[in-house]
Structures are given as structure tokens and as C-alpha cells.
């Protein structure tokens, strides 16, 4: 029988690559803005909420808050720089009258 932090840790791996995979996930969006050098009809909401979200269950993961959270702690820091690097892609293509 497997113990209950094994068990525990394998979930987290799990959730974690199915994390990573929705990160990457508007990856071809941005693509499409790279291309076309505009943000066409794309808005920033859905990104700026994922990374707020990150950054919360980043807080939470750390040592100081809640420890042994080391899975939560490097999944959500992989999504605020995946999450950072949309939001500057698409302010850095946006038309200057959407970047507010």
C-alpha cells in the first residue's frame, strides 16, 4: 500500500503538468498577435485574472504561509512568468487607446 504523502505527491505531480499544459494553452493566440503585430479583438481579461490567480496561490505555497506546499509554490511560479510574459506580449502589441 502507498502512504498517504506519496499518494499525496503523485496527485500533485498530475496537477501539476495539467497546469503547465492550460499555461501554455493560449499560446497559439499569442502567436496569432506575434504575426499579425496587433491584439486584434483579444481581450486581457482572462490573462490578468489567471495571474492574479497565480500570485495568490504563490503567497499560499510559500514556506512562511503554509509549509510543505513546495507543489502549489512552483506550479503557480511557473504560471506568473508564463502569465507575465502574455500580458507584456499583448501590451506591447496593443493599440496605446487599450493598453489602460
Do not use: Q
Not at 496587433?38 to 495571474?51: C, G, N, Q, R, S
Amino acid at each position: 500500500m502507498v502512504s498517504a504523502d506519496v499518494a499525496r505527491n503523485i496527485v500533485g505531480i498530475i496537477g501539476n503538468v495539467i497546469s503547465f499544459g492550460l499555461f501554455l494553452s493560449p499560446v497559439p493566440t499569442f502567436w496569432r498577435i506575434y504575426k499579425a503585430k496587433d491584439v486584434e479583438e483579444f481581450k486581457p481579461d482572462p490573462y490578468l485574472a489567471t495571474l492574479m490567480n497565480c500570485l495568490l496561490w504563490f503567497f499560499y505555497g510559500l514556506p512562511i504561509v503554509h509549509p510543505n506546499s513546495t507543489l502549489v509554490l512552483t506550479i503557480n511560479g511557473i504560471g506568473l512568468v508564463i502569465e507575465g510574459a502574455y500580458i507584456i506580449i499583448f501590451i506591447i502589441y496593443a493599440a496605446k487607446n487599450t493598453r489602460g
